[in-house]
Nanobody, 125 residues
Framework: VQLQAFGGGLVQAWGFLRLSCAASGLTFSTHTMGWFRQAPGKEREFVAAIDWSGGKIDYADSVKGRFTISRDNAKNTVYLQNNSLKPEDTAVYYC???????????????????WGQGTLVTVSS
């Protein structure tokens, strides 16, 4: 199984980026996909997740209204549209695939069996 995240970069505050995560080696359409991030000196935290159908979505309060998660099962890809970026959004963003079929479990890292290598997002003030 491989999850390859890309699309990170350097952006000014209030700018936007679109992260993508391409999956291979698994039945993508049956997995919940999540985005997590880890800022320098901090623990990794949940950002957003979407179930296999796209019908259940959850966001961390810190990104709600600014980030949008979506998926294209035909392309085995999950996206994270990051708008109105803030310096505190600076982090390495990781995508993950798992079996958290209930929204209650979306935020639990232990429900995700596969992780990508991460892509760095740097937001300057």
């Amino acid at each position: 199984v491989q999850l390859q995240a890309f699309g990170g970069g350097l952006v000014q505050a209030w700018g936007f980026l679109r992260l993508s995560c391409a999956a291979s080696g698994l039945t993508f359409s049956t997995h919940t996909m999540g985005w997590f991030r880890q800022a320098p000196g901090k623990e990794r935290e949940f950002v957003a997740a979407i179930d296999w159908s796209g019908g259940k979505i959850d966001y961390a309060d810190s990104v709600k209204g600014r980030f949008t998660i979506s998926r294209d099962n035909a392309k085995n890809t999950v996206y994270l549209q990051n708008n109105s970026l803030k310096p505190e959004d600076t982090a390495v963003y990781y995508c993950a695939a798992g079996s958290a079929y209930s929204v209650s479990y979306f935020r639990l890292e232990t429900r995700y069996a596969y992780w990508g290598q991460g892509t760095l997002v740097t937001v300057s003030s």
